[in-house]
């Protein structure tokens, strides 16, 4: 099955960090963007971040500074690295592809995981 494979999701309080992983399944990252988004409950999917297949990251203006992504293509995994964080951060945290270039869109985005919960709170 082509999907990913998120971990690393925790409750944090306040201010704390967390790391997140997204291990791909079935297929290998080269050629593929890897798109971040999060799901707070009652909430639509919103990107978190996006990392091209180049290796150039992009960010929500919300997490710019707190949040950076990275990709180890030999390892078939990318890794978002939470810092600063905040209750508004809180959600199930997903990762997805799509070829080559990044989107803000979780529409064109595929092979989706189940996700990991972030739960920041004191």
């Known amino acids: 099955q082509l999907q990913f494979v998120e971990s690393g999701g925790s409750l944090v309080q306040p201010g704390g960090s967390l790391r997140l992983s997204c291990a791909a399944s079935g297929f290998t990252l080269g050629g593929y963007a890897v798109g971040w988004f999060r799901q707070a409950p009652g909430k639509e999917r919103e990107w978190v971040a996006c990392?091209?297949?180049?290796?150039?990251?992009n960010y929500a203006d919300s997490v710019k500074g707190r949040f950076t992504f990275s990709r180890d293509n030999a390892k078939n995994t990318v890794y978002l690295q939470l810092n600063s964080l905040k209750p508004g951060d809180t959600g199930v945290y997903f990762c997805a592809r799509r070829l080559q270039r990044c989107s803000t869109s979780s529409a064109d985005f595929i092979s989706w995981g189940q996700g990991t919960q972030v739960t920041v709170s004191s």
């Open positions: 990392i091209d297949m180049w290796l150039n990251p």
